[in-house]
């Protein structure tokens, strides 16, 4: 392992903007975790994933270690499900392909979400009506101020809507290593979302976790930028959960407002509504834009600072609190 300094972090995140990082490792073991740390005993630790959940407003003053720990294998097995292990710096997406090829079912609505393995955890990422908190048995990550490796059961992670103990008590003490999923072997699609039910729908086919799979990338391709092709880091914004009330306060003065019960007393109201409606849907203000075909992706056209993409933000959360009185919240991770 090497420890590089004045790093450049342009190609380390998807949304494209300039930064660097004093130090930077590449990391392939918790061992070389555990070397990295203690040769900067003094340096602030930030540990990166597929940098595709993240703005970069500054330079960051301290060591960047990214995962390159690599593997994907069935680790157990019994009549009904598998258990899936895999090493933090794999892509995520690699490891969604190797679950479907070895048949077994329940990721596949998790499929073309960018970014690594270590990092699925740490905000739960979900979509489709699915999150990896259904999936996951454990985590296990080196403790970043002892060294010492620990072992998270699902319920020690307390995940919740895109959020975990890894964002909350815990938020940059732990470097990810590996994670173990509990799959099943038995088909049991979740193909009840508007869209992908049409589609699904639509299709002569019988169903597999493959075809679920290519639908849903086909919806995705057809809405989301490409990272390789327009920066973005997806969902900037996270939905908003109000009470039942708010809702239909807010509902009886927008008629139109889209809600899906959450649990008990509380609905989720999607932010790609409230933004379009307050008219930022395809804004462009130099090179940091609202993404035209899908409101709740800030974009980097080309040369748009983090700075840039994090006013961009500001104003709309103001101008949707001004409208609506609803405080957005940000998914993407501001350095
Ligand atoms: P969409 O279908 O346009 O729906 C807008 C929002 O309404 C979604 O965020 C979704 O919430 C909610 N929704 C729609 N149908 C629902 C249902 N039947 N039950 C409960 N909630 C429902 O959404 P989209 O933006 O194209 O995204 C589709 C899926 O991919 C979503 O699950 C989304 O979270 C996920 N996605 C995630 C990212 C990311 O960066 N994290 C980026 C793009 C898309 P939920 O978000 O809670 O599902």
């Known amino acids: 392992m090497q420890i590089l300094e004045n790093f ?5 995140n998807t949304l494209g903007v300039e930064a660097f990082s004093r130090y930077f490792a590449l990391v392939e073991s918790a061992e070389e975790v555990r070397a990295a740390i203690t040769s900067l005993p003094h340096a602030g630790v930030f540990v990166l994933g597929g940098g595709s959940n993240i703005v ?6 301290g060591l960047i270690l990214k995962s390159s720990l690599k593997g994907i294998r069935i680790s157990g097995s019994d009549e009904d499900h598998a258990l899936v292990e895999s090493y933090s710096g794999e892509e995520w997406q690699d490891l969604v392909e190797f679950c479907i090829s070895q048949d077994l079912f329940g990721i596949e609505n998790l499929t073309s979400i960018p970014g690594s393995v270590g990092a ?44 975990s103990i890894f964002k909350q008590e815990l938020k940059g003490r732990y470097f990810v290593t590996r994670i173990i999923l509990k799959l099943s072997k038995r088909p049991a699609f979740k193909i009840g979302y508007g869209e992908l039910q049409q589609k699904i729908a639509d299709l002569k086919e019988p169903l597999s976790a493959r075809l679920v799979a290519s639908v849903i990338n086909g919806i995705r391709a057809a809405k989301l930028p490409d990272p390789r092709e327009i920066g973005n880091c997806g969902s900037f914004f996270k939905n908003c959960v109000v009470t039942q009330d708010i809702y239909e306060t807010l509902k009886a003065e927008n008629p139109a407002l889209p809600g899906y019960p959450e649990k008990e007393g509380w609905v989720k109201i999607p932010s790609a509504w409230l933004i379009e409606a307050c008219g930022w849907k395809g ?32 104003e709309i959360i103001a101008a949707i609190h001004q409208r609506f009185g609803l405080l957005l919240e940000r998914e993407a991770q501001i350095v």
Do not use: M, W
């Open 283 to 314: 804004y462009r203000s130099g090179d940091a834009a609202v993404y035209p075909k899908h409101a709740l992706i800030l974009v980097n056209y080309g040369n748009a600072t983090g700075a840039d993409i994090y006013r961009l933000s500001e």
């Open 56 to 61: 970069f407003t500054r330079d960051f003053d």
């Open 120 to 163: 699925a955890p740490i905000q739960n990422i979900g979509a489709y009506g699915v999150e990896i908190k259904d999936l996951l048995q454990s985590v296990e990550a080196v403790d970043l101020t002892t060294g010492e490796t620990k072992i998270f059961s699902k319920s020690d992670c307390r995940f919740g809507y895109r959020n």
């Open 8 to 12: 450049p972090l342009k190609n380390l």
